[in-house]
């Protein structure tokens, strides 16, 4: 089966800590992505990447950044927390193929106080 | 601008009746189309998808969904609706974003669907 682990499912920071929020997926997937969902505004692309230690920026980046060491781990950074980055960040893979399903993590709720 | 549209915001159908959950987009080329459910607390799960064939696509816990290209739409359908069907449906479409083949989705800002015993 498809699996895609985001490592915290609940998380609560104060302002202008480092965050880290880290993925994992087993399938060999070359491109890795990630999204914050907010309501009212669906999900927007933060980062994604198609292959280790390339990376391009979303439609959000300004406040991130992402690490991808390893083809199967994409690690989203906040270097300085801030209260409206509050959200859920979710994780996702594919394979680089045209057409092919991104799979998604549980999700990862971020509270920043 | 390449964009997906979801019209209705909030869809609400009783238990046994068939349901409807709308979705257009306005892209170039041929479109790679999704959908998507969303349970509380939960990530999104792929239901079906659209690549190329049969217009009416078949996918997971007995929803369907069928590609009108002249009318830009990919409308997600179930003919008989279930209380556990309630949650949160976002329909994208696949975008190409460079020389290279890579793609991205675009995605819907989501209907939520309520299905009353």
């Known amino acids: 089966d498809v699996k895609v682990t985001q490592s915290s499912r609940y998380l609560v920071k104060r302002t202008?800590?480092?965050v880290f929020l880290?993925?994992?997926?087993?399938?060999?997937?070359?491109?890795?992505?990630?999204?914050?969902?907010?309501p009212g505004l669906g999900l927007r692309l933060i980062?994604?990447?198609?292959?280790?230690?390339?990376?391009e920026k979303g439609d959000i980046p300004e406040g991130y950044s992402v690490s991808r060491e390893k083809k199967e781990r994409f690690s989203l950074i906040l270097e300085s927390?801030?209260?409206?980055?509050?959200?859920?960040?979710?994780?996702?893979?594919?394979?680089?193929?045209?057409?092919?399903?991104?799979?998604?993590?549980?999700?990862?709720?971020?509270?920043?106080? | 601008a390449q964009s997906v549209a979801q019209p209705e915001?909030?869809?609400?159908?009783?238990?046994?009746?068939p349901l409807t959950v709308k979705c257009t987009y306005s892209v170039s080329g041929n479109p790679y189309l999704f959908w998507y459910v969303q349970y509380p607390n939960r990530g999104l799960q792929f239901l079906l998808k659209y690549i190329t064939g049969d217009n009416l696509v078949k996918g997971s816990y007995g929803?369907?969904?069928?590609?009108?290209?002249?009318?830009?739409?990919?409308?997600?359908?179930?003919?008989?609706?279930?209380?556990s069907d309630s949650a949160l449906y976002f329909c994208a479409v696949s975008l190409l974003i460079n020389a290279g083949n890579n793609r991205k989705l675009i995605w819907g800002l989501g209907t939520s669907l309520a299905v009353n015993p």
Request: aromatic letters at 14%.
């Open chain 1, 16 to 18: 202008g800590e480092k």
């Open chain 1, 22 to 38: 880290e993925c994992v997926q087993d399938m060999d997937h070359e491109n890795m992505f990630w999204y914050r969902q907010d």
């Open chain 1, 47 to 55: 980062y994604f990447s198609y292959d280790v230690k390339m990376k």
């Open chain 1, 81 to 113: 927390a801030s209260t409206n980055q509050t959200s859920m960040y979710l994780c996702a893979s594919s394979l680089i193929r045209a057409g092919n399903t991104i799979y998604f993590g549980e999700g990862s709720w971020l509270t920043v106080v």
């Open chain 2, 9 to 17: 915001d909030q869809v609400n159908v009783a238990e046994g009746n």
């Open chain 2, 63 to 83: 929803f369907e969904a069928e590609f009108n290209k002249s009318q830009t739409s990919f409308h997600l359908k179930k003919p008989s609706a279930l209380v």
